[in-house]
């Protein structure tokens, strides 16, 4: 994945004779640290170290020809600094440093206007992290400060394989070119989801390689899973199996850890057969005991259309759980749903996370919904999600219905 990376911009750069044109400005990304000044360009602030959103246009988000390149460009934003950055560092799921810099915020005072937001957003991250008895302290503390109800604690229903699985939206992870060192953000996010909830989606159809490195990692977070009896529902694994198998040759003692991933991946199919015959290969190379099959359930599949449960229900779509790393394909079924509607509203009541990357492919696919007339209402997403909704634009292309605080 690659970005433009937005920075605080440098001061101004002294007056300049009219007759010369200004140079244009290198893109953020690219724009060296603040050694010679730029023209027109803000003064940094001294207030919070925050990512710049604040130049005029809109984010826009953009799948390339080879997959898994998005490119987002800036977007205009009136939020409260500490209001991005919190919203930021969730979604890319730093959960600790996002807890801090609201509490900062809150301690500080000084919001103004964006006092509510801040506290609602701390109040989620609370409620989302699991962390009851520091908001009944601050819900206590909320009260007396601002004289106003805070909000109640909310007992967490733990979710099961639901339509939205269908969409990627639930405990979603997509693996794309190499499977290696540079898959670790992935992989840690996929332990992550194995470690809350009873289904990860996982996607490996547009896998390119795997090397020893990424499928150590893979291999731990499979084992994880299996120990958790989380259930892996797996999109394009014959791929895997089949870069895995080109890498391993019968007789020849090297990469064992491409042959135990293979055999995890046999063992979450539900193939036993190929289980067993490689597990024999293995055991003739390797001159050792064939591993054990272990018994378990089918794996349930990825529907292909959009379930009974969403189509019965008029023009509600939902999504659910967490969305990482999403592609293209993972927000498919929701172009499919909107096609031949003029309405479309789509319900985040469940929708825990989602990072930047599918946020900027999920704003792409609202502008592309909004210039065919489909008219789409976002409702009830969790205060951190709306705020990155806020930060991308998604509200200027859609109608987003804050939850209530």
Request: glycine letters at 6%; proline letters at 7%; aromatic letters at 8%.
């Amino acid at each position: 994945m690659a970005f433009s990376l937005f920075g605080k911009k440098p001061p101004p750069e002294p007056a300049k004779p009219a007759a010369r044109k200004k140079a244009p400005e290198a893109p953020a990304a690219a724009r060296p640290a603040a050694s010679k000044p730029v023209a027109d360009a803000k003064p940094q602030s001294e207030e919070l170290e925050s990512l710049d959103f604040t130049a005029p246009g809109a984010f826009e988000a953009h799948e390339e020809d080879h997959p898994g390149h998005v490119e987002i460009s800036e977007s205009a934003s009136s939020l409260h600094p500490v209001v991005e950055e919190a919203a930021i560092l969730f979604a890319n799921g730093q959960d600790e440093a996002a807890l801090a810099t609201l509490e900062a915020a809150a301690d500080a005072g000084g919001l103004a206007a964006a006092a509510d937001q801040v506290w609602a957003m701390l109040f989620d991250l609370y409620q989302l992290l699991g962390k009851r008895e520091v908001f009944d302290k601050r819900a206590l503390e909320y009260s007396m400060k601002y004289e106003k109800s805070p909000p109640t604690w909310v007992e967490p229903v733990r979710q099961s394989l639901g339509p939205a699985l269908t969409t990627g939206g639930t405990a979603f992870v997509a693996f794309s070119g190499l499977l290696g060192e540079a898959s670790d953000k992935q992989i840690k996010q996929l332990e992550k989801i194995i470690a809350g909830n009873p289904v990860a989606r996982v996607e490996f159809g547009k896998l390119q390689g795997v090397d020893t490195l990424g499928a150590e990692m893979l291999l731990k977070a499979m084992r994880g899973a299996r120990k958790r009896k989380c259930e892996l529902v797996m999109s394009g694994p014959d791929k895997l199996a089949e870069l895995l198998k080109g890498k391993i040759e019968v007789g020849r003692r090297e990469d064992e850890t491409l042959w135990m991933l293979l055999l995890e991946l046999y063992q979450h199919m539900a193939q036993q057969d190929p289980f067993e015959e490689w597990a024999v290969n293995y055991a003739i190379t390797f001159e050792v005991s064939p591993p054990s099959w272990e018994n378990r359930p089918p794996q349930k599949k990825p529907a292909t259309a959009v379930p009974a449960e969403v189509a019965a229900d008029a023009d509600t779509f939902p999504l659910a759980g967490e969305m990482y790393s999403a592609g293209s394909d993972a927000f498919r079924q929701l172009v499919d749903f909107a096609t031949g509607r003029e309405q479309v509203l789509i319900d985040c009541s469940d929708l825990k996370r989602m990072d930047f990357v599918s946020a900027g492919l999920f704003l792409n696919t609202l502008t592309n919904l909004q210039i065919t007339g489909c008219s789409v209402t976002i409702h009830n997403p969790n205060q951190l999600i709306y705020a990155l909704f806020g930060v991308l634009g998604i509200n200027q292309v859609a109608h987003v219905e804050r939850r209530k605080f």
